[in-house]
């Protein structure tokens, strides 16, 4: 049983910064890439940063320069650390991984937790 577990969400105000973190337990063999995903009120969910096991990294273009993807491979742990932070951000944050665990190789994700920015 594999399990993705995310904390850091809350409540910030503008400017503010939040580091996520999203932590991959179980039956593991491996990990092809971890990631973020948000979803807003009434929108679809997008991916907002991504890390391979190699360590190469893309992020949504409206969140390139405030937030920082890293990954820590022994611990299968993914961050996310975001900076200048805009009321537009606020949603539902996911943790998504793909993982090998045998027998299967599929996508993995993360209850979501809430980051909201305010005044």
């Known amino acids: 049983q594999v399990q993705l577990v995310e904390s850091g969400g809350g409540l910030v105000q503008p400017g503010g910064s939040l580091r996520l973190s999203c932590a991959a337990s179980g039956s593991i063999f491996s990990i092809y890439y971890m990631g973020w995903y948000r979803q807003a009120p009434g929108k679809e969910r997008e991916l907002v940063a991504r890390i391979t096991s190699g360590g190469n990294t893309n992020y949504a273009d409206s969140v390139k320069g405030r937030f920082t993807i890293s990954r820590d491979n022994a611990k299968n742990t993914v961050y996310l650390q975001m900076n200048s932070l805009k009321p537009e951000d606020t949603a539902v944050y996911y943790c998504?991984?793909?993982?090998?665990?045998?027998?299967?190789?599929?996508?993995?994700w993360g209850q979501g937790t809430q980051v909201t920015v305010s005044s």
């Open positions: 998504n991984a793909r993982i090998v665990a045998e027998p299967t190789v599929r996508d993995y």
